[in-house]
């Protein structure tokens, strides 16, 4: 992939558009590091393309990047039938002018995209390029081989798939602070009361080891089911290391390092101030992104 110090057009192009493509990716495929590898793809391909018949190089790229993590977006499909346990998206440490950026966030947030993996790639793709980026049903059709009637059905379904699915109402960054230090204290003191006090009713709690990492294999359901699990095993964890809060996927999250190295990101859903979603990623070969900050953009 080109280096800053590279200043021919084909290049600058990219480079100028290089965290929106990133960011197309990583919506489509919930990791960053095949998002990095569509990105490889779309750069040996858009080097390769005359500029002079290009008439807009950002809806072009796009296009690329779409095509490529479609066909990533099926061979994940495939991987995911045989990982073990449960599988989570990769957390990404993200700057607060992505939290700023209140739609944004929230298409990047864990929950979203566990929303997202229910959708078919078609039907991701659409909702990603038309509903998180506003593209045009032409260019999108362009992008993905079918008609624009085509993807305005398309686009009609995956949004209503989405809205059934998705968090009930917006939530703030403050607001998910708020619910997550309330979170914290309980954890960090045992106070099972304070847990169920926090914790939806019908609260699920998913780990994902990726088979390297101890986790629960099946997702818990449940207030006082989680309370209990948490409340015993977070806090043994806790007091051998150091939990701190952390930006993670535009949404305040907690980061469990052990020995200084990140053991546990735990992401959450708040829905009406309580917390109906916990998310657990230990898996540390999806860990490598949270050492840096992840520039986003739409």
């Given at each position: 992939m080109?280096?800053?110090?590279?200043?021919?057009?084909?290049?600058?192009?990219?480079?100028?558009?290089?965290?929106?493509?990133?960011?197309?990716?990583?919506?489509?495929?919930?990791?960053?590091?095949?998002?990095?590898?569509?990105?490889?793809?779309?750069?040996?391909?858009?080097?390769?393309?005359?500029?002079?018949?290009?008439?807009?190089?950002?809806a072009?790229?796009?296009?690329?990047?779409?095509?490529?993590a479609?066909?990533?977006?099926?061979?994940?499909?495939?991987?995911?039938?045989?990982?073990l346990?449960?599988?989570?998206?990769?957390?990404?440490?993200?700057?607060?002018?992505?939290?700023?950026?209140?739609?944004?966030?929230?298409?990047?947030?864990?929950?979203?995209?566990?929303?997202?993996?229910?959708?078919?790639?078609?039907?991701?793709?659409?909702?990603?390029?038309?509903?998180?980026?506003?593209?045009?049903?032409?260019?999108?059709?362009?992008?993905?081989?079918?008609?624009?009637?085509?993807?305005?059905?398309?686009?009609?379904?995956?949004?209503?798939?989405?809205?059934?699915?998705?968090?009930?109402?917006?939530?703030t960054?403050?607001?998910?602070?708020?619910?997550?230090?309330?979170?914290?204290?309980?954890?960090?003191?045992?106070?099972?009361?304070?847990?169920?006090?926090?914790?939806?009713?019908?609260?699920?709690?998913?780990?994902?080891?990726?088979?390297?990492?101890?986790?629960?294999?099946?997702?818990i359901?449940?207030?006082?089911?989680?309370?209990?699990?948490?409340?015993?095993?977070?806090?043994?964890?806790?007091?051998?290391?150091?939990?701190?809060p952390?930006q993670?996927?535009?949404?305040?999250?907690?980061?469990?390092?052990?020995?200084?190295?990140?053991?546990?990101?735990?992401?959450?859903?708040?829905?009406?101030?309580?917390?109906?979603?916990?998310?657990?990623?230990?898996?540390?070969?999806?860990?490598?992104?949270?050492?840096?900050?992840?520039?986003?953009?739409?």
């Open positions: 080109p280096g800053p110090s590279q200043t021919d057009p084909a290049t600058e192009a990219f480079l100028a558009h290089r965290n929106l493509l990133f960011t197309v990716a990583y919506e489509m495929l919930g990791s960053a590091a095949d998002a990095e590898d569509v990105l490889q793809e779309t750069w040996l391909r858009w080097v390769g393309v005359d500029l002079a018949t290009v008439r807009d190089q950002r072009y790229l796009v296009r690329i990047t779409t095509r490529q479609l066909a990533r977006l099926r061979t994940l499909g495939r991987r995911k039938e045989s990982y346990g449960q599988w989570l998206p990769e957390p990404l440490l993200t700057a607060q002018d992505v939290a700023e950026d209140i739609e944004l966030a929230d298409s990047v947030s864990m929950a979203m995209l566990l929303v997202l993996e229910t959708l078919t790639p078609t039907e991701r793709a659409v909702f990603v390029l038309r509903d998180v980026f506003d593209i045009g049903y032409d260019e999108i059709a362009e992008a993905v081989g079918k008609s624009p009637a085509a993807i305005r059905q398309i686009a009609h379904r995956a949004r209503a798939h989405v809205t059934a699915r998705r968090p009930r109402g917006a939530v960054p403050g607001e998910a602070r708020g619910a997550l230090n309330a979170f914290q204290r309980a954890v960090e003191t045992g106070d099972l009361q304070g847990l169920l006090d926090i914790l939806a009713p019908d609260v699920v709690y998913v780990a994902d080891g990726g088979g390297i990492k101890r986790a629960v294999p099946r997702p359901v449940g207030a006082g089911k989680v309370a209990r699990v948490l409340a015993i095993g977070l806090r043994q964890i806790a007091a051998a290391g150091s939990l701190r952390a993670v996927n535009g949404y305040p999250a907690l980061v469990l390092r052990l020995d200084g190295e990140i053991d546990t990101v735990l992401a959450v859903r708040v829905d009406d101030g309580l917390i109906t979603g916990l998310y657990a990623v230990r898996n540390p070969e999806k860990l490598s992104h949270m050492q840096r900050e992840t520039t986003l953009r739409r």
